[in-house]
C-alpha cells in the first residue's frame, strides 16, 4: 500500500475565502485522485490528476472552484475557492500505488467547515 | 454507466458473531474490480478487500470475506468473529478494468455496528 498524508486535517473557514489542501505520497503515483464526502454520505469524484498534465474534473466540478496542482509524482493540492457552507465537507486524497493499479488508497482526509 | 447498491443502511451484530453485509452493481462489463472500504470514525478509508471479476474463488482476508456473484451481479462481505475494532461504516466499490483512468463507483455504505 502506500502512505499518504493531508494537510490540514481539519480547518474552520469563513465564507468568501479559500483553502489549499496538501497531499503527500511517500512513493511516486502517476494517478492521485480528489474525493469530497458530504456529512453522512459516500464519497464523489472531484476530480483527476496525472503529473503533467491538466486535472480532469468530474461533472459538477470546475477548475475555478477547485483548482489543482500536480507538480511532481508524490505531492498535489487541492484548493477550494470562494468558500460557502455548502463546501463543508471531508476532502480525500487517493492514489493508485505503483504495481498495484488495481488498487486504491485513501488519505486520512481534511475535515473542513465553513461558518 | 455503473452504479453500486448497498441496501442496508446500518447494521448490528454482537461481538464473536457473524455479520454479512449486502452490495450490487449493475455494469455490462466483463472485467472490472469490485471492492469494499472500511471507514472507522476516525475517517481514515482502509482497503479490506478486493474481488477480481474474472475469478471465480472468493476473496478472503483473514476474518473477511466476500461472495462473489458474477451472474447475479452481488458481491457480499462476510466478518466472522466480528470485533469492536470492526464497527464503522462499510463502502462497496466497483471500478471497471478497462483502461487505467477508470474511476471507483462507490455505495452508499453500511455502517455497522458491533455490541457486546
Known amino acids: 500500500s502506500a502512505v499518504i498524508s493531508q494537510k490540514p486535517s481539519r480547518d474552520i473557514c469563513q465564507r468568501g475565502t479559500s483553502l489549499t489542501i496538501q497531499c503527500q505520497v511517500d512513493?511516486?503515483?502517476?494517478?492521485m485522485f480528489w474525493y469530497r464526502q458530504q456529512p453522512g454520505q459516500s464519497l464523489t469524484l472531484i476530480a483527476t490528476a496525472n503529473q503533467g498534465s491538466e486535472a480532469t474534473y468530474e461533472s459538477g466540478f470546475v477548475i475555478d472552484k477547485f483548482p489543482i496542482s500536480r507538480p511532481n509524482l508524490t505531492f498535489s493540492t487541492l484548493t477550494v475557492s470562494n468558500m460557502s457552507p455548502e463546501d463543508s465537507s471531508i476532502y480525500l486524497c487517493?492514489?493508485?500505488?505503483?504495481?498495484?493499479?488495481?488498487?486504491?488508497?485513501f488519505g486520512p482526509g481534511t475535515r473542513l467547515t465553513v461558518t | 454507466a455503473q452504479t453500486v447498491t448497498q441496501s442496508q443502511p446500518e447494521m448490528s451484530v454482537q461481538e464473536a458473531e457473524t455479520v454479512t453485509l449486502s452490495c450490487t452493481y449493475d455494469t455490462s462489463e466483463s472485467d472490472y474490480y469490485l471492492f469494499w472500504y472500511k471507514q472507522p470514525p476516525s475517517r481514515q478509508m482502509i482497503l479490506v478487500i478486493r474481488q477480481e471479476a474474472y475469478k471465480q474463488q472468493n476473496a478472503t482476508e483473514n476474518r473477511f470475506s466476500v461472495n462473489f456473484q458474477k451472474a447475479a451481479k452481488s458481491f457480499s462481505l462476510k466478518i466472522s468473529d466480528s470485533q469492536l475494532g470492526d464497527a464503522a461504516m462499510y463502502f462497496c466499490?466497483?471500478?471497471?478494468?478497462?483502461?487505467?483512468?477508470?474511476?471507483?463507483?462507490f455505495g452508499t455504505g453500511t455502517r455497522l455496528q458491533v455490541t457486546l
Open positions: 466499490a466497483y471500478r471497471s478494468g478497462t483502461g487505467t483512468a477508470s474511476k471507483l463507483t
Open positions: 487517493s492514489v493508485r500505488p505503483p504495481g498495484r493499479g488495481y488498487e486504491q488508497y
Open positions: 512513493s511516486q503515483v502517476t494517478m
